[in-house]
């Protein structure tokens, strides 16, 4: 019970790598809110992790809408009077050459990405501040080597580590930790992407120094759990590589 008597945002919590940080999370005895777009598949993971016995609250809010994104921080604190952990996991983007992003797509991507990162730091840290709290943030790979097709994507990625560092440099006096997960695992959209390419999927696993994608919740969400407990408190900073060794970039 790591994160006994901790409250966690969670974003992107519904479905994929979010859902597992939620069932880690839960198993580990945290209470938490969490964003997702879509109610249903809100409304369910809200069930599995009241089954677990987990104080859960969905919060259906679009990351694309700044207004309500900062609206979210005030429903948390109002439900449960204060915030020990958050977690940015929610990122949409869409992947095409250069000259193919639009002003739209790159929109999609920031706003998702370094925009609600951002956002829902800067309205967080008063009440991290009180419990010397904890954020973490999730990049890619794909933005640490600028892979190709993904330059609204990596765009984003890079710059929410590098506001990572830099609240890391500035908030590190309140007690407060962020680190950077970049993380590989079967999420629905990677294995609905099996379906359509098996080669190209197996291609990609053959090239993983570990041979399988990660797992979100034993895996990645199991790292989150311990970024986000009291055994992570000297690390600050840091961008810590959860993919089965297979990006080696820094
Ligand atoms: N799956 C991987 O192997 C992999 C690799 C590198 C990085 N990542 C990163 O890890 C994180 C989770 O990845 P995933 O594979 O689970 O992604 P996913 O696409 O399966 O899920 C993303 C989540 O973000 C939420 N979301 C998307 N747009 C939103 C919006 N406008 N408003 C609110 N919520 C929104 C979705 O509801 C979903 O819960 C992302 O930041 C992703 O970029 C994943």
């Not at 570990?210 to 690390?235: N, P």
Request: proline content about 3%; aromatic content about 6%.
């Amino acid at each position: 019970m790591r994160l006994a008597n901790k409250i966690a945002l969670i974003t992107g919590g519904s479905s994929g790598i979010g859902r597992g940080i939620c069932h880690a999370f839960a198993k580990e005895g945290a209470s938490i809110a969490f964003v997702g777009l879509n109610e249903e598949k809100g409304r369910k993971t809200e069930q599995e992790l009241l089954d677990l016995g987990c104080d859960a609250f969905f919060i259906r809010s679009d990351l694309t809408d700044r207004k309500e994104v900062v609206s979210i921080i005030p429903k948390v604190i109002g439900r449960y009077g204060k915030l020990d952990v958050l977690v940015n996991n929610a990122h949409a983007s869409k992947n095409v050459p250069i000259e193919e992003t639009t002003e739209d797509i790159m929109d999609l991507s920031l706003n998702t990405g370094i925009w609600a990162t951002f956002l829902l730091m800067k309205n967080a840290l008063p009440y991290l501040k009180e419990t010397k709290g904890k954020v973490v943030n999730f990049a890619s790979g794909a933005g640490m080597e600028g892979l190709g097709n993904q330059a609204s994507y990596a765009a984003s990625k890079e710059a929410i580590r590098a506001l990572s560092r830099v609240a890391s440099n500035e908030w590190g006096k309140y007690g407060i930790n962020v680190n950077v997960v970049c993380p590989l695992a079967d999420s629905p959209g990677v294995q609905e992407w099996q379906d359509k390419h098996p080669h190209s999927y197996q291609k990609m696993v053959d090239l993983i120094p570990m041979r399988r994608l990660g797992d979100s919740e034993k895996d990645i969400g199991k790292s989150v759990v311990f970024l986000a407990s009291d055994d992570a408190s000297y690390i600050t900073g840091h961008t810590l590589m959860v993919d089965g060794g297979a990006v080696k970039a820094r």
